[in-house]
Structures are given as structure tokens and as C-alpha cells.
């Protein structure tokens, strides 16, 4: 996701620097570290955008330890202060959060081997053009990586509004033995069962909305 430079976003990560993700691209960052309950599961959205579907999970799953990836500061930001606003109408302080500004391609050197308990990509860039296949987040090479990082039996859940993309994603899984396929469907808010628990991104409402269906797919690691 892109945004406009907003010249306060700057001042506003430092000054909350307590909720962001520092890595010295040295050595694999120490989830431990992290947050205040240590031996929590930590689920990882890859693109928060502008963090309604993260904040969302963390005021309702205390038992879960979430950080969101995002590689625009500016996004960044603007999730930030929308997850310190939420909590405060909540009357709650942030301590299952935080936010992590940097790029999908380099999660193998950032997080130690099965580290991760679960991932999100939520409406990730279909990247359309045939020569830019290799930059999609299920590609095979991307498939590789997050089972390097995600714990056995780890879950992968994946959310797009872009035919094109999920056609490709499924077809990425079927020959990737690392996952197996445990859920798919093309019209996510056809199927009740599957909007109980469902938090909808700022994308999904919009696409939604304007009546295009929401793609969805679940798959676990199969080591």
C-alpha cells in the first residue's frame, strides 16, 4: 500500500518507538524479546496496510502475540495511530502489537527457522504483467520461505480480491510439497461459517462493497 508523505509520520514513529520492530540486518530478531507475555504465538500479517485487520485480531486475541509488516513508513504510521486510537476506546494498553517497517523478501534472514505460529497476506500487489510473476507473495520462491520461517503444521491464510492472483496462488500451492491446501473459496461472503471469525481488511470493505468477490484460501505446513 501506498499513502502520500505525511510530514508527521516521522516525528510519530519515534516518539512511539516502543511499539515498532528494530532490526540490525545482522542477526535474526529474538521474538522473545518482543512483547511483555513471552510465550505467546506470534501471527505475522505480511502487508498491514493500514492496520484495521491486525488491530482488530490484537484487542480481541490477548492470547496472541501479532506484528505487522508493512514497507511504506508512512502506512506504517497511519496503522500505528489507528491501533493507539482503538486501544484507547477500548481502555486498553497495547501490549500484543507491534509494527515492523521493512520487506517481505528478506523474512528468511529476519526470523529464525519456525519461528512463526501463523501468516496473513491480505490483499497483497497482483503484480498482473507475466515478467513480474516472481514478485508475488505466493510465489514458489515466497511458498519456500514462509515455511522455512513457520512452525510445524504452521497456517498460511491468504485474502485477495484479484482472480488472476488467487488462480496462480493455487496453482503455486499445488506444486509446492511444503503446504497443503485445507481451505479455499472464491466467494468468502457466501460462506457463513467462514464470516464468524472473519475481520475484514480496509481493501476487503471496499471490494466488497462494490459487490466484487473476496477470494480466500488456508493452507498448513506439512512438516
Known amino acids: 500500500m501506498r499513502l502520500r508523505n505525511k510530514p508527521w509520520v516521522k516525528e510519530y514513529l519515534e516518539k512511539n518507538s516502543k511499539y515498532l520492530i528494530t ?3 545482522k542477526t535474526k530478531i529474538n521474538l522473545a ?3 511483555e507475555i513471552k510465550e ?3 501471527y505475522l500479517e505480511i502487508g498491514c ?3 484495521n485487520f491486525i488491530t482488530n485480531h490484537a484487542l480481541k486475541e490477548k492470547n496472541i502475540n501479532f506484528i505487522g509488516m508493512e514497507k511504506e513508513e508512512t502506512v506504517v504510521g497511519v496503522a500505528l495511530k489507528k491501533t493507539l486510537a482503538e486501544f484507547k476506546q477500548s481502555h486498553q494498553e497495547v501490549k500484543n502489537l507491534k509494527y515492523f517497517n521493512d520487506f517481505a523478501e528478506d523474512l528468511s534472514d ?8 501463523k501468516i496473513y497476506l491480505n490483499f497483497s500487489d497482483p503484480w498482473p504483467k507475466a515478467r513480474h510473476a516472481k514478485k508475488r507473495l505466493t510465489y514458489k520462491t515466497f511458498l519456500d520461505i514462509y515455511a522455512n520461517i513457520i512452525k510445524s503444521n504452521g497456517i498460511l491464510e491468504f485474502k485477495t480480491d484479484n482472480d488472476g492472483l488467487f488462480a496462480f ?14 481451505y479455499q473459496t472464491t466467494d468468502l461472503y457466501s460462506d457463513k461459517a467462514a464470516l464468524i471469525n472473519n475481520i475484514p481488511t ?12 473476496i477470494n480466500k484460501l488456508i493452507i498448513k505446513k506439512t512438516f
Open 23 to 25: 532490526w540490525d540486518k
Open 33 to 35: 524479546d518482543l512483547f
Open 40 to 42: 505467546q504465538p506470534v
Open 49 to 51: 496496510g493500514k492496520g
Open 110 to 117: 529476519i526470523f529464525a527457522t519456525s519461528s512463526i505460529d
Open 169 to 182: 496462488s493455487l496453482e503455486q500451492i499445488d506444486e509446492n510439497k511444503n503446504w497443503e491446501l485445507i
Open 202 to 213: 480496509e481493501y476487503e470493505t471496499k471490494f466488497h462493497t462494490a459487490g466484487k468477490n
